[in-house]
Protein backbone atom coordinates (compact mmCIF):
# COMPACT_ATOMS: atom_id res chain seq x y z
CA UNK A 1 0.00 0.00 0.00
CA UNK A 2 1.33 3.29 -0.74
CA UNK A 3 1.78 5.46 1.69
CA UNK A 4 2.62 9.59 1.14
CA UNK A 5 3.35 9.00 -2.41
CA UNK A 6 1.52 12.67 -3.19
CA UNK A 7 1.70 15.38 -5.53
CA UNK A 8 5.04 16.57 -6.82
CA UNK A 9 15.10 2.83 24.06
CA UNK A 10 14.34 5.04 23.11
CA UNK A 11 13.52 8.14 25.84
CA UNK A 12 16.99 8.66 26.10
CA UNK A 13 16.67 12.17 24.71
CA UNK A 14 16.19 14.53 27.17
CA UNK A 15 13.77 17.67 27.01
CA UNK A 16 16.79 19.96 27.26
CA UNK A 17 17.68 18.40 24.00
CA UNK A 18 18.84 20.98 21.17
CA UNK A 19 18.88 19.62 17.36
CA UNK A 20 21.65 20.25 14.53
CA UNK A 21 18.60 22.17 12.84
CA UNK A 22 17.96 23.95 15.90
CA UNK A 23 21.60 25.43 15.79
CA UNK A 24 22.02 25.61 12.35
CA UNK A 25 18.61 27.75 11.89
CA UNK A 26 19.39 30.28 15.40
CA UNK A 27 21.87 32.34 12.95
CA UNK A 28 19.44 32.91 10.19
CA UNK A 29 19.97 35.59 7.58
CA UNK A 30 18.02 39.13 7.84
CA UNK A 31 15.61 38.52 4.90
CA UNK A 32 14.70 35.18 6.08
CA UNK A 33 10.99 35.14 8.22
CA UNK A 34 11.65 35.37 11.68
CA UNK A 35 10.96 32.03 13.98
CA UNK A 36 7.35 31.31 14.90
CA UNK A 37 6.73 33.80 12.54
CA UNK A 38 2.82 33.28 11.21
CA UNK A 39 2.40 31.91 8.00
CA UNK A 40 -0.80 33.61 6.71
CA UNK A 41 -2.49 31.46 8.92
CA UNK A 42 -5.08 34.49 10.58
CA UNK A 43 -6.03 35.22 7.32
CA UNK A 44 -7.98 31.49 6.66
CA UNK A 45 -11.69 30.89 6.37
CA UNK A 46 -12.59 28.39 9.13
CA UNK A 47 -12.80 24.86 7.67
CA UNK A 48 -10.30 26.13 4.60
CA UNK A 49 -10.13 23.26 2.69
CA UNK A 50 -5.82 22.37 1.62
CA UNK A 51 -3.77 19.22 0.15
CA UNK A 52 -1.32 16.95 1.79
CA UNK A 53 2.20 17.23 -0.07
CA UNK A 54 5.70 15.85 -0.05
CA UNK A 55 7.53 19.28 -1.10
CA UNK A 56 10.45 17.23 -1.45
CA UNK A 57 8.98 15.88 -5.16
CA UNK A 58 10.14 19.39 -6.35
CA UNK A 59 9.25 22.27 -4.10
CA UNK A 60 7.81 25.13 -6.78
CA UNK A 61 5.96 22.43 -8.57
CA UNK A 62 4.17 20.83 -5.86
CA UNK A 63 3.58 24.13 -3.96
CA UNK A 64 1.89 25.72 -6.78
CA UNK A 65 -0.19 23.10 -8.19
CA UNK A 66 -1.67 23.25 -4.58
CA UNK A 67 -2.37 27.03 -5.33
CA UNK A 68 -3.63 25.69 -9.17
CA UNK A 69 -6.27 23.52 -7.62
CA UNK A 70 -7.86 26.69 -5.88
CA UNK A 71 -6.64 25.60 -1.93
CA UNK A 72 -5.27 28.26 0.33
CA UNK A 73 -3.40 25.17 2.67
CA UNK A 74 -1.40 23.01 2.79
CA UNK A 75 0.27 20.11 5.20
CA UNK A 76 3.59 19.29 4.80
CA UNK A 77 4.78 15.66 4.87
CA UNK A 78 9.00 16.05 5.36
CA UNK A 79 10.32 12.90 5.45
CA UNK A 80 12.67 13.19 2.54
CA UNK A 81 14.01 15.85 4.60
CA UNK A 82 14.58 13.99 7.72
CA UNK A 83 18.61 14.73 8.78
CA UNK A 84 19.04 17.17 5.95
CA UNK A 85 16.78 20.26 7.51
CA UNK A 86 18.69 23.37 7.06
CA UNK A 87 18.21 27.10 7.09
CA UNK A 88 18.24 27.78 3.66
CA UNK A 89 15.44 24.69 2.64
CA UNK A 90 13.15 26.62 5.44
CA UNK A 91 13.89 30.01 3.53
CA UNK A 92 12.86 28.30 0.71
CA UNK A 93 9.91 26.57 1.49
CA UNK A 94 8.62 29.71 3.30
CA UNK A 95 8.80 32.39 -0.15
CA UNK A 96 7.47 29.49 -2.21
CA UNK A 97 4.12 29.40 0.26
CA UNK A 98 4.16 33.41 0.66
CA UNK A 99 4.83 33.52 -3.17
CA UNK A 100 1.68 31.06 -4.13
CA UNK A 101 -0.64 32.86 -0.71
CA UNK A 102 -0.15 29.44 0.61
CA UNK A 103 -0.61 28.07 4.69
CA UNK A 104 1.01 25.59 5.74
CA UNK A 105 -1.10 24.51 8.55
CA UNK A 106 0.92 21.41 9.73
CA UNK A 107 4.79 19.40 9.62
CA UNK A 108 4.61 15.46 10.24
CA UNK A 109 7.41 13.22 9.39
CA UNK A 110 6.66 9.39 10.52
CA UNK A 111 10.14 7.85 9.81
CA UNK A 112 12.82 6.74 10.05
CA UNK A 113 12.16 3.19 8.80
CA UNK A 114 11.33 0.38 8.23
CA UNK A 115 7.39 1.28 7.91
CA UNK A 116 4.75 -1.74 7.25
CA UNK A 117 1.60 -0.17 7.03
CA UNK A 118 -0.08 -3.62 7.49
CA UNK A 119 -1.74 -5.50 10.59
CA UNK A 120 1.25 -8.08 10.24
CA UNK A 121 4.39 -5.96 10.56
CA UNK A 122 3.03 -2.50 11.83
CA UNK A 123 2.43 -3.20 15.52
CA UNK A 124 5.89 -3.50 15.55
CA UNK A 125 6.96 -0.85 13.22
CA UNK A 126 5.11 2.21 13.32
CA UNK A 127 5.06 5.10 15.56
CA UNK A 128 7.34 5.71 19.10
CA UNK A 129 5.53 2.33 20.46
CA UNK A 130 8.30 0.03 18.65
CA UNK A 131 11.52 0.07 20.92
CA UNK A 132 13.67 -0.43 17.79
CA UNK A 133 13.17 2.96 16.63
CA UNK A 134 11.58 4.80 18.79
CA UNK A 135 14.85 7.51 19.95
CA UNK A 136 15.20 7.58 15.80
CA UNK A 137 12.19 8.76 15.54
CA UNK A 138 11.61 10.72 18.27
CA UNK A 139 14.89 12.69 17.70
CA UNK A 140 13.44 13.33 13.89
CA UNK A 141 10.14 14.80 15.54
CA UNK A 142 12.48 17.30 17.61
CA UNK A 143 14.32 18.25 14.31
CA UNK A 144 10.85 18.63 12.79
CA UNK A 145 9.67 21.15 15.47
CA UNK A 146 12.72 23.27 14.95
CA UNK A 147 11.81 23.06 11.21
CA UNK A 148 8.38 24.25 11.57
CA UNK A 149 9.02 27.05 13.76
CA UNK A 150 10.99 28.55 11.00
CA UNK A 151 8.07 28.31 9.18
CA UNK A 152 5.90 29.09 11.82
CA UNK A 153 3.38 26.33 11.53
CA UNK A 154 2.06 25.51 15.08
CA UNK A 155 0.87 21.40 14.40
CA UNK A 156 3.24 18.89 14.52
CA UNK A 157 1.93 15.77 13.53
CA UNK A 158 2.98 12.16 13.69
CA UNK A 159 1.29 8.45 14.15
CA UNK A 160 2.11 7.38 17.46
CA UNK A 161 1.83 3.74 16.47
CA UNK A 162 0.05 0.49 17.80
CA UNK A 163 -0.60 1.99 21.24
CA UNK A 164 -2.10 -0.72 23.49
CA UNK A 165 -5.33 -0.83 24.61
CA UNK A 166 -3.99 -2.48 28.12
CA UNK A 167 -2.89 0.78 30.16
CA UNK A 168 -0.67 -1.70 32.17
CA UNK A 169 1.22 -2.84 29.55
CA UNK A 170 5.14 -1.24 29.70
CA UNK A 171 4.60 -0.68 26.37
CA UNK A 172 1.87 1.43 26.79
CA UNK A 173 3.56 3.40 29.71
CA UNK A 174 6.91 4.14 27.76
CA UNK A 175 4.67 5.48 24.49
CA UNK A 176 2.88 7.67 27.26
CA UNK A 177 6.23 8.71 28.71
CA UNK A 178 7.96 9.47 25.38
CA UNK A 179 4.55 11.09 23.96
CA UNK A 180 4.98 13.47 27.15
CA UNK A 181 8.39 14.67 26.35
CA UNK A 182 7.48 14.71 22.58
CA UNK A 183 4.85 17.35 23.64
CA UNK A 184 6.72 19.18 25.78
CA UNK A 185 9.34 19.70 23.16
CA UNK A 186 6.99 21.10 21.05
CA UNK A 187 5.65 23.28 23.58
CA UNK A 188 8.87 25.02 23.75
CA UNK A 189 8.76 25.65 20.26
CA UNK A 190 5.08 27.11 21.31
CA UNK A 191 3.03 24.41 18.88
CA UNK A 192 0.62 21.46 19.45
CA UNK A 193 1.52 17.94 19.27
CA UNK A 194 -0.63 16.03 17.46
CA UNK A 195 -1.34 12.59 17.11
CA UNK A 196 -2.91 11.09 14.21
CA UNK A 197 -5.87 8.44 14.28
CA UNK A 198 -5.48 5.11 12.79
CA UNK A 199 -3.77 2.47 14.61
CA UNK A 200 -5.72 2.89 17.87
CA UNK A 201 -8.84 2.59 19.34
CA UNK A 202 -10.80 6.32 20.30
CA UNK A 203 -10.82 5.18 23.88
CA UNK A 204 -7.10 4.19 23.98
CA UNK A 205 -6.69 7.69 21.97
CA UNK A 206 -8.18 9.40 25.00
CA UNK A 207 -6.80 7.78 27.35
CA UNK A 208 -3.76 8.37 26.42
CA UNK A 209 -4.15 11.82 25.90
CA UNK A 210 -5.43 12.17 29.76
CA UNK A 211 -2.08 9.95 30.53
CA UNK A 212 0.12 12.32 29.06
CA UNK A 213 -1.61 15.65 30.67
CA UNK A 214 0.06 18.14 28.40
CA UNK A 215 -2.37 20.97 27.33
CA UNK A 216 -0.88 21.25 23.73
CA UNK A 217 -1.57 17.26 22.95
CA UNK A 218 -3.78 16.76 20.25
CA UNK A 219 -5.65 14.86 17.40
CA UNK A 220 -5.03 14.76 14.01
CA UNK A 221 -7.95 13.35 12.67
CA UNK A 222 -7.77 11.00 9.70
CA UNK A 223 -11.46 10.21 8.50
CA UNK A 224 -10.43 7.25 6.51
CA UNK A 225 -7.70 5.99 8.65
CA UNK A 226 -10.00 4.73 11.63
CA UNK A 227 -11.87 2.38 9.06
CA UNK A 228 -9.12 1.36 7.29
CA UNK A 229 -7.51 0.31 10.36
CA UNK A 230 -10.97 -1.38 11.87
CA UNK A 231 -11.02 0.93 14.83
CA UNK A 232 -14.08 3.07 15.04
CA UNK A 233 -16.70 4.87 12.45
CA UNK A 234 -14.99 8.13 12.40
CA UNK A 235 -18.78 9.97 13.11
CA UNK A 236 -18.32 7.76 16.45
CA UNK A 237 -15.05 8.68 17.11
CA UNK A 238 -15.61 12.74 17.15
CA UNK A 239 -18.08 11.93 20.29
CA UNK A 240 -14.55 10.43 22.02
CA UNK A 241 -12.08 12.40 20.63
CA UNK A 242 -13.73 15.59 19.12
CA UNK A 243 -12.85 18.03 21.67
CA UNK A 244 -9.10 17.09 20.88
CA UNK A 245 -9.06 17.43 17.58
CA UNK A 246 -7.11 20.04 16.13
CA UNK A 247 -6.49 18.93 12.32
CA UNK A 248 -8.45 16.77 9.68
CA UNK A 249 -7.16 14.65 7.26
CA UNK A 250 -10.39 13.93 4.34
CA UNK A 251 -10.55 10.72 3.01
CA UNK A 252 -12.51 8.17 2.46
CA UNK A 253 -12.22 4.45 2.85
CA UNK A 254 -13.55 1.04 3.37
CA UNK A 255 -13.29 -1.77 6.42
CA UNK A 256 -10.55 -4.36 5.81
CA UNK A 257 -11.71 -7.65 5.00
CA UNK A 258 -8.46 -9.25 4.35
CA UNK A 259 -7.25 -9.62 8.80
CA UNK A 260 -3.70 -8.79 6.83
CA UNK A 261 -4.36 -6.27 5.34
CA UNK A 262 -5.91 -2.60 6.04
CA UNK A 263 -9.18 -1.55 4.39
CA UNK A 264 -9.08 0.12 1.10
CA UNK A 265 -8.81 3.74 0.56
CA UNK A 266 -11.05 5.52 -1.97
CA UNK A 267 -12.14 8.85 -3.45
CA UNK A 268 -13.69 10.93 -1.10
CA UNK A 269 -17.59 10.06 -1.65
CA UNK A 270 -17.16 6.46 -2.90
CA UNK A 271 -16.46 5.34 0.80
CA UNK A 272 -18.14 5.29 4.14
CA UNK A 273 -17.09 8.43 5.78
CA UNK A 274 -19.94 10.25 7.09
CA UNK A 275 -18.08 14.27 5.99
CA UNK A 276 -21.54 16.13 6.56
CA UNK A 277 -21.84 14.87 9.73
CA UNK A 278 -18.06 14.10 11.09
CA UNK A 279 -17.54 18.06 10.29
CA UNK A 280 -20.96 18.95 11.58
CA UNK A 281 -20.12 17.60 14.83
CA UNK A 282 -16.98 19.00 14.78
CA UNK A 283 -18.07 22.67 13.95
CA UNK A 284 -20.51 22.27 16.59
CA UNK A 285 -17.46 21.61 19.42
CA UNK A 286 -15.72 24.94 17.56
CA UNK A 287 -13.28 23.17 15.22
CA UNK A 288 -12.18 26.16 12.55
CA UNK A 289 -9.10 24.37 11.25
CA UNK A 290 -8.03 22.86 8.12
CA UNK A 291 -10.01 20.48 6.28
CA UNK A 292 -6.56 18.57 4.49
CA UNK A 293 -7.36 16.59 1.63
CA UNK A 294 -5.14 13.40 1.23
CA UNK A 295 -5.61 10.92 -1.32
CA UNK A 296 -3.14 7.84 -1.44
CA UNK A 297 -2.84 7.79 -4.96
CA UNK A 298 -0.08 9.62 -7.85
CA UNK A 299 0.37 11.17 -10.92
CA UNK A 300 -2.84 12.62 -12.70
CA UNK A 301 -5.18 10.20 -11.84
CA UNK A 302 -4.62 11.96 -7.85
CA UNK A 303 -4.71 15.52 -9.35
CA UNK A 304 -8.10 14.53 -11.25
CA UNK A 305 -8.89 12.41 -7.93
CA UNK A 306 -8.39 16.25 -5.45
CA UNK A 307 -10.46 18.43 -7.85
CA UNK A 308 -13.02 16.03 -7.63
CA UNK A 309 -12.92 15.57 -4.13
CA UNK A 310 -12.71 19.45 -3.68
CA UNK A 311 -15.78 20.20 -5.27
CA UNK A 312 -17.46 17.76 -3.05
CA UNK A 313 -16.20 18.77 0.20
CA UNK A 314 -17.15 22.18 -1.14
CA UNK A 315 -20.55 21.64 -1.06
CA UNK A 316 -20.90 19.77 2.51
CA UNK A 317 -18.83 22.78 4.11
CA UNK A 318 -20.87 25.18 2.70
CA UNK A 319 -24.24 23.76 4.27
CA UNK A 320 -22.48 23.37 7.57
CA UNK A 321 -20.75 27.00 7.18
CA UNK A 322 -24.16 28.59 6.47
CA UNK A 323 -22.35 30.08 2.89
CA UNK A 324 -24.38 30.51 -0.14
CA UNK A 325 -24.86 28.18 -2.83
Not at 289 to 302: K, L, M, Y
Amino acid sequence: MRRRDFIGSALSASLLYTSPIAEALSSRSEDAPPAGAPNRSAALAPMALGLLIKPSHGPEETISRVKQLGLSTCFLSLDDYIGKFTKELAQNLQGLLHKYELTATTAEVVGPGPLRWDFVDGPSTIGIVPKATRAARMDALKQTSDFAKMLGIAHVQTHCGFIPENPKDLLYEEAVLAIRELAAYCAGNGQDFLMETGQETPTTLLRAIKDVDKPNLGVGLDTANLILYGKANPVDAVDIIGPYVKSIHAKDGRWPTDPSKLGEEVVIGKGLVDFKLVFTKLHKLGYTGAVTIERETSGPQQIEDVKQEKLYLERILKQILNKPA
